[in-house]
């Protein structure tokens, strides 16, 4: 199944503020990614920006379809 369509954009970080992002991700087992995308989340909740959750990727087998030709 394909996840959700994500905007992808160039971001460039200080070299210390990545290794540390990254350390971070790997005590949550998380990619740095979805590290990043987790504290900007909490950052603007604690400002009071509500930003609402994408619909999850769909898993499993997509529904039988029944013939109806009887």
């Not at 990545?18 to 590290?35: F, G, H, K, M, P």
């Amino acid at each position: 199944m394909a996840s959700p369509p994500r905007k992808s954009f160039p971001l460039r970080l200080d070299p210390a503020l990545y290794a540390a992002i990254e350390r971070a991700a790997a005590t949550d087992l998380r990619s740095v990614n979805a590290q990043v995308e987790c504290l900007l989340r909490e950052a603007l909740g604690r400002r009071g920006v509500k930003v609402k959750l994408s619909e999850p990727a769909r898993r499993g087998r997509p529904p039988k379809e029944t013939d109806d030709e009887e």
